[in-house]
């Protein structure tokens, strides 16, 4: 089986769009390669024996999806061979859905702490605290872009304004700005005045929530900044190194 490298390659792999597209069609077009796809799977016992419901309603799906031709249209010996191919192509995709399923996704680990940490925000005492309350107040109503006006307006007149800042990044996260939310995450990393500094981890958190190409690894590289800092206990130090193993 001169192909056997490859096709455990990609059972193995987290293959992009392109790759499976790619393996799924030489499955359909050439039955030599289907049969040895069969025998992998057979002999890893890839797919599993019992389903879920649903599960078997995607095969199923899947499985018509593929039935483009009639029985009574086809040679019996090519028919099996088809059939074959098509019952292959349909484990190869349903075992694709189910590794996605299971999955964790950069954005779906951000939309997870954003719900739990970022849609409500209390203030702390501070000389701007009427206008800072207000911002919140807004925010805490969803009332986003008024609240940002706020939070941007007292970090500009009070650069040492760290609480403006960091509110000033989280609006921008949920209005979808993520450039201008890390440009305020930056700008509150590197308060130096500031001991439990969670510019770095919100970063992160932002480009997780982005999530668009080398962000992944972007997220991973500054969780891992955070998990590894000495000492001072970071805000995020620990929800840092749990995100990064579900990133690994």
């Known amino acids: ?96 859905w189910f590794l996605k399923s299971d999955s964790h996704s950069p954005q779906q680990l951000a939309d997870k702490y954003i719900d739990q940490n970022w849609q409500t925000m209390s203030g702390t005492m501070s000389s701007s605290q009427d206008s800072l309350q207000t911002g919140l107040a807004l925010f805490n109503s969803h009332k986003y872009n008024p609240a940002l006006e ?31 939310a890390l440009t305020y995450f930056t700008r509150l990393e590197t308060d130096t005045a500031l001991y439990n500094n969670p510019g770095k981890f919100y970063k992160a958190i932002t480009v997780m929530k982005r999530n668009g190409p080398g962000d992944k690894e972007s997220a991973k590289a500054l969780l891992k900044e955070v998990s590894d800092q000495p000492g001072q206990e970071m805000e995020g130090k620990a929800e840092a190194a749990e995100l990064l193993k579900k990133l690994q």
């Open 1 to 96: 089986m001169e192909n056997i490298e490859y096709i455990e390659d990609y059972f193995k792999s987290n293959p992009n769009d392109k790759e499976k597209q790619a393996f799924e069609q030489r499955i359909i077009s050439d039955n030599s390669f289907a049969e040895e796809v069969a025998f992998y799977i057979s002999a890893n016992g890839v797919i599993k024996d019992q389903l879920l419901e649903e599960k078997k309603q995607r095969f199923r799906k899947i499985y018509d999806d593929h039935k483009v031709i009639p029985f009574t249209k086809r040679p019996v010996n090519k028919f099996v061979r088809y059939l074959a191919a098509a019952c292959v192509v349909a484990a190869v995709i349903l075992l694709t």
């Open 150 to 180: 706020i939070f941007e307006t007292l970090a500009k007149t009070d650069p040492a304004n760290y609480t403006a800042k960091k509110y000033a990044g989280i609006v921008a996260v949920q209005l979808g700005d993520y450039e201008k």
